[in-house]
């Protein structure tokens, strides 16, 4: 199966978010790992009062209310100024929360060394640049993220719906074909396929790694996802 850029709708991720006025919850993987109590993970949230949390990628804005009532000092990632603008200005006019949100991409992060206590990407560290792999994105996180700091995450199993008929390009990095929002055709992802691979990836500059895992089916949608919680070495 071949890949054709001509066959690609063009990514309008400024329009999408645009058109969506009604606010939206926070993802519930971060709701749970930040308030829920499980065998394999207790994040004591208390402790993350004041401190610096980037949400990367922070699409719609939907996590930044649950990060601000946990009393965190809040940034934000995206891919361009009109998202960061559009975003930003909606958070303070309808909610009163202010949010330090600036251009950047999974490789390139506009913070300093080890300035953030907390790191959140929901459905957003995956995302490929061309020419890049995805410990490039970890590196750039790595950097960033204080030693000891917080890796709260999820990533894409091979079933779930994005990946439906996306073509793989090498390692796991796969061009996707078939996206129902109209945003994502063309763009790369790295998939994971087993709980080992992730870990594979976190071994070499992370710790105390909690790996779980959901499968939902949004009427036709399947949202298979690993959710992942780890700290800086």
Same mark, same amino acid.
């Given at each position: ?7 690609? =709708? ?29 065998? =394999?993970?207790?994040? /004591? ?7 610096? !949390? ?5 699409? +719609? ?6 990060? &601000? +009532?946990? @009393? ?22 309808? $909610? ?32 490929? /640049?061309?020419?890049? $792999? ?13 030693? @000891?700091?917080?890796?709260? &995450? ?13 073509? /793989?390009?090498?390692?796991? &990095? ?23 691979? !992730? ?15 959901? =499968? ?7 949202? &298979? ?6 700290? $800086?070495?």
């Amino acid at each position: 199966m071949s890949y054709s850029p001509s066959s690609t =709708k063009k990514t309008d991720y400024t329009g999408h978010y645009k058109a969506s006025e009604v606010d939206v919850y926070p993802s519930e993987f971060l709701v749970r790992a930040f308030l829920g109590t499980y065998e =394999k993970l207790k994040i /004591d949230h208390k402790l993350l009062r004041g401190k610096k !949390v980037l949400d990367l990628g922070f699409g +719609d804005g939907r996590n930044f209310q649950l990060l &601000h +009532d946990l @009393g965190m000092e809040l940034y934000g990632t995206e891919i361009t100024e009109s998202i960061c603008k559009l975003i930003t200005e909606r958070l303070y006019q309808r $909610k009163g929360i202010s949010v330090d949100a600036r251009v950047g991409r999974n490789t390139s992060i506009p913070f300093a060394n080890s300035f953030f206590d907390c790191i959140v990407a929901s459905s957003s560290s995956y995302y490929m /640049d061309e020419g890049n $792999k995805y410990e490039d994105n970890l590196a750039e996180i790595h950097r960033v993220l204080k030693p @000891g700091g917080l890796f709260i &995450h999820s990533l894409p199993m091979p079933s779930t719906f994005i990946m439906r008929n996306a073509i /793989d390009t090498g390692e796991g &990095h796969m061009r996707i074909t078939e996206d129902p929002y109209g945003v994502r055709v063309g763009t790369l992802m790295k998939q994971f396929k087993t709980e080992d691979e !992730v870990r594979s990836y976190l071994t070499h500059g992370f710790k105390d790694i909690s790996i779980g895992s959901a =499968k939902d089916d949004f009427w036709g949608d399947a949202v &298979h996802l690993w959710l992942v919680v780890c700290t $800086k070495t």
